[in-house]
């Protein structure tokens, strides 16, 4: 791959040997960075075979987003407003069964368009048809952590194993490492505890970190409490889950007891607050378990529970929640906030090098345009990226070394076919969603 | 003024009485909507002088900003996740006080810039330097409603009503309508009984409106109570200042006996997620005063707090944190949160016919691509605007009949001179500050 340098740009490392943000050149060789000038124009051009300015740019990480379902863009603003139970019973359900590996591959495409567009250059996905995400993630450039969603009940929980097996064999490591296979039975209430068990073998036996949902919501504790005597994180944790790597997911209705649990054992937590927000689960606790020692990401969720797929808005609302629940301004500064949304949210992934402007780290980086209104003048870049920076402002993405977004046009994708066809797979979906429930 | 007509577009024009998003024209005569076809393409081209094509945007109405300190933009990312009263006390308050009239031009420029290309057409505002800001508003062509701030402490409680009632003489109902002026008192706990009573009789004599702070933090209630063994709204409430017309901003603490009390005066409520958030200062309780027949508006605050103007992204928190903190994602739907954003916003600030698309209101109106990954798949457009848009997508913004924006770009501002301006006076601000406390 090429010799790519940024040059004079306004650069916030997220490093904390860095921690100030200054005017200066970053070079990229393959996929790591392999240098960072503290002054701008300083790194000489015959260094590199492209040469990029960087001027009113803010170079920063690229964001990873750290829970998701990518192809539900295909249900965004497909139903909304609804209680939890009617919209998964009523909409969302009887839609996603039927599912195609062609919708998937759409679905994810149109996600990933979107995710690229806003900065985001990891995302973490457990859905179905898996091999077609991982070809999207393949042929987009994008790096990904995929894991197929387990039920443990009925033909499917057999069959799920079986396909994640598959699944690792395929793609684990593909596209230079740009492509990572997890585990990802979907929660305890769909997943029981001899299945759990399995999943835990697997997990041992693969050497695979695992995704799973924990303490969505009240009901979901109150009926673990209720059925287990237990919390869902109690649960998890007496069967062995815990001495694996996992991220939780949610984690909005947690006691104590279940945060030190959590904290003992290095489990990672993918924040979702709009998400959780926009059900009605709630607000998940995230300054305790950050002063608790958890690392906490943070996750878009899917689309159609969201209903976008922008991390830089998921950044500000773990930030301002934080503050506004406790009645404490100090809470989640921007520095936590934007570290959570980049390197933080790596580790929660378990990739390693990820989600820091510092040599020899993965070359994954966006930059910001802030020649605009709403980010004049610039007394605090970081601030600005937190509290008042939009996806829109996002010009030039850079994943594994290779530019994927640059003057805000996408490199590898071709965004007019991925709305027609994401559009062509929606259409599909509602029709035989009605037409299933007019035979009925 | 000119007739335009907008051809083929999908109009949501969130009015009772069409209650669903179509495809359609709308005919705009001087300053009115003048014709709506439930059809597209349907009005003669011949009827208007200009024809926009609406092909790929959804027409809605403005967005109307129903609190802000505008220029306080000069302050954005300037102090932030600081405890409330060290951000007022050492930063916002001393570098205030070198606020001249310059300042406020351009922080105000740069603020309807901003909200211009998010938007917003109406804004109401409360600081100094009134004039200034009238200036302004009146050369950019946008919407509002200004109120000198007043407090009712020493040299400058009277001076601030004698600048009240030559800015209502020289401004209030200037530009055709466009600039509205009400009164400013700033809150109960700057404002002592006596001075309330003034501007109280003031507003009686002038028959304008009122905005005021009231209720935004714990402690202002609990000094409130202490002082006078009253909350706030119940002091103003006994002090007549109900028996005018009142927008009352934040409103964050308030019991059922204070709602009550705002519901049988018919008070209006300014609602700032954002900036109560990020403050620390709480969660503003939208649906129990909506339920109570309050009319809740949006507003963004000031940047310093927030730290954008973004109204689409405030529409959304409203909607989002009271389903969330109620636990029911039913609460505060996209349809009720458009309105409040729109047509409950403008009768917050009591303006007549603003905030729909209806034939005879008021052509404050825009336009928003919806060509876009993260607007993609279209199930439902009115669900997009709250759920899923973003400021970005606004293309077209139309203000009493008058194309403020168009593809983009501002029509009647010069934006890089305002950024450059904007820039100057913050970076005058910041050196004058230090420079006072240099000598101290």
Same mark, same amino acid.
């Given at each position: 791959m090429a010799k790519i340098l940024i040059r004079g740009a306004l650069l916030v490392p997220v490093d904390e040997k860095r921690p100030d943000c200054f005017y200066g050149d970053v070079l990229i060789a393959d996929n790591r960075i392999a240098a960072i000038a503290e002054?701008?124009?300083? =790194?000489?051009?015959?260094?590199?075979?492209q040469v990029i300015k960087g001027e009113k740019l803010i170079i920063t990480p690229g964001l990873v987003?750290? @829970?998701?379902?990518?192809?539900?863009t295909l249900f965004r603003?497909?139903?909304?407003?609804?209680p939890l139970k009617d919209w998964l019973e009523r909409k969302i359900w009887p839609i996603e069964e039927h599912l195609t590996g062609d919708d998937i591959y759409w679905g994810t495409m149109l996600a990933i368009a979107e995710m690229l567009k806003g900065g985001t250059t990891t995302f973490a996905d457990m859905y179905f048809f898996m091999e077609s995400v991982a070809e999207a993630v393949a042929e987009s450039g994008i790096r990904a952590v995929l894991s197929r969603g387990l039920i443990g009940?009925?033909?499917s929980a057999e069959k799920g194993l079986k396909e994640t097996s598959a699944f690792i064999d395929n793609w684990h490591g593909a596209e230079g490492g740009r492509i990572n296979v997890t585990l990802g039975p979907h929660a305890p209430y769909t997943c029981p505890p001899a299945f759990l068990k399995k999943v835990i073998a697997m997990a041992g036996k693969t050497d695979r970190p695992l995704q799973i949902h924990l303490s969505e919501t009240k009901s979901e504790v109150e009926d673990s409490m209720r059925e287990h005597n237990k919390s869902p994180i109690e649960l998890v944790y007496d069967l062995g889950l815990f001495d694996h790597k996992v991220t939780a997911a @949610?984690? *909005?209705? *947690?006691?104590d007891h279940d945060i030190a649990l959590m904290a003992g054992k290095n489990v990672a937590v993918a924040h979702n607050p709009g998400s959780n927000l926009k059900l009605g689960s709630g607000i998940a606790p995230i300054a305790k378990m950050l002063q608790s020692g958890i690392k906490v990401g943070i996750g878009t969720d899917g689309a159609s529970s969201n209903?976008?797929?922008?991390m830089i808005e998921e950044m500000r609302l773990a930030a301002l929640l934080a503050k506004g629940v406790a009645m404490d301004?100090? =809470? *989640?500064?921007a520095r936590t906030a934007l570290q959570m949304a980049t390197a933080l949210g790596a580790e929660a992934l378990f990739l390693?090098?990820?989600?820091m402007l510092r040599?020899?780290?993965?070359?994954d980086l966006i930059g910001l345009k802030y020649d605009r209104p709403h980010l004049?003048? =610039?007394?605090d870049p970081l601030a600005h990226l937190v509290y008042a920076a939009a996806?829109?402002? *996002?010009d030039l993405v850079m994943v594994d070394g290779r530019l994927l977004l640059e003057r805000g046009e996408l490199?590898? =994708?071709d965004e007019e076919k991925i709305m027609a066809e994401a559009g062509r797979c929606a259409g599909r979906l509602v029709k035989a969603k009605k037409e299933k429930e007019g035979e009925v």
């Open positions: 002054r701008p124009d300083t =790194l000489e051009e015959s260094r590199a075979d987003n750290t @829970h998701g379902h990518a192809a539900m603003s497909y139903a909304d407003d609804m009940f009925g033909d @949610h984690c *909005v209705h *947690v006691s209903n976008n797929l922008d301004p100090t =809470l *989640v500064n390693e090098n990820t989600g040599e020899g780290c993965q070359a004049t003048p =610039l007394h996806a829109a402002d *996002v490199k590898t =994708l």
